[in-house]
Every structure is written in C-alpha cells, then in structure tokens.
C-alpha cells in the first residue's frame, strides 16, 4: 500500500478513534511502534501527549524470555534503539509503566477477525503480556482489508475489546459503528 494511502487511512482510524468512551476516558495509554507498513500511531500519540494524557510505547525487555513493557515517552522522538527491525525507547533512559496503571492498549497485528482476535508476527510478546488484562481495555488498530472471517486460535492467544479499521468499529463479532 503506498505510503500516501497508508497515512489516509491512517487518518480515518484516528478519527474512529476519538469517539471512543474509552480513548476519551484514559488518562494513559499505552501504543505499539508503527512497523513495516502497519496502521500509523504518531497522531494519536501526538493527540495524547498535546491532551496532558501520558502515552507509554510497547518495547521488547528480554527477546529471549519473551518480556515486553511499557515505557513513558514525552515525545514522537524517543526513537533510540531498534529491537527484531522495531524502532523503541531506550530503556535505562525511559521509566516503565506497570501494566495495571495502564487505561487503554493498543495492540498491533498483521490480521484480525471478527470475534477481535488476532495473528502478530509470531513472537507471543503481546499476548503474553496482556495476560490478565481485561479485554475491554484492549483495542487492535488495523486497515479493513486485515480483518477476516476467523484466524486460528491457540490458548493463549488474547482476545481484544475491540478492533478499528478505516471503514468500521467491530466488538466481538459485532459492527458496532461503521465508518463512512
């Protein structure tokens, strides 16, 4: 997809987004670092931090334990190191948030299906963190054309609250706006 229509689309998600109860309602939020053509998060990061809001960015802390956390970020420019081709803070320079002061998660995927599970790239980082975090606190960013019918399912693989595309909110099998 070209970068142009990315950024439309995009646009349109972050749209979608505002109109949220719960986007509204969160005082912290916690985002993933935009990679290999996923749906852009800057403008709903830089919304958080001109609102006073804190945004916290998803950052790898161990590869090999599968360890993730979520770390404060002041600024789009918190960029300082680079884990599996993924742009993150510097983690001895950021302070990490503890996952249950965290209002909203934003959780990346490269395909997602209408009960709002969804596919990553394989490394389980998210879905072992979000263990023990209600799924209603949970919302997948994605372009319409990633959402299917069904992906396959493992046990541990984490439900979402709620999925967000440029053309429709789904909840759990559930359009429950669609964009125009």
Do not use: H, W
């Not at 993730?68 to 600024?75: N, P």
């Not at 599996?84 to 983690?91: A, E, T, V």
């Not at 372009?143 to 019918?149: A, G, K, N, S």
């Amino acid at each position: 997809m070209p970068q142009s229509l990315r950024a439309s689309k995009s646009a349109t998600i972050f749209e979608a987004v505002k109109t949220l109860p719960i986007y509204q309602k969160a005082e912290i939020i916690m985002f993933y670092s935009s990679f290999d053509g996923e749906t852009e998060t800057d403008k709903i990061i830089k919304d958080v931090l001109k609102s006073g809001k804190t945004a916290a960015m998803a950052a790898i802390k161990d590869k090999e334990k599968k360890e993730m956390g979520a770390f404060k970020i002041t600024s789009l420019n918190f960029y300082a190191d680079t884990v599996m081709g993924i742009k993150q803070p510097k983690l001895e320079n950021e302070a990490e948030i503890s996952k249950s002061e965290i209002d909203l998660f934003f959780i990346p995927g490269i395909v997602f299906d209408l009960d709002c599970f969804r596919i990553g790239y394989g490394g389980g980082f998210f879905d072992k963190y979000l263990k023990g975090i209600p799924q209603g606190k949970t919302a997948g960013l994605c372009y319409d054309f990633q959402i299917i019918d069904r992906v396959p399912r493992e046990v541990f693989d984490a439900q979402l609250g709620v999925i967000i595309s440029e053309k429709r909110i789904l909840q759990e099998n559930l359009t429950i706006k669609a964009i125009s």
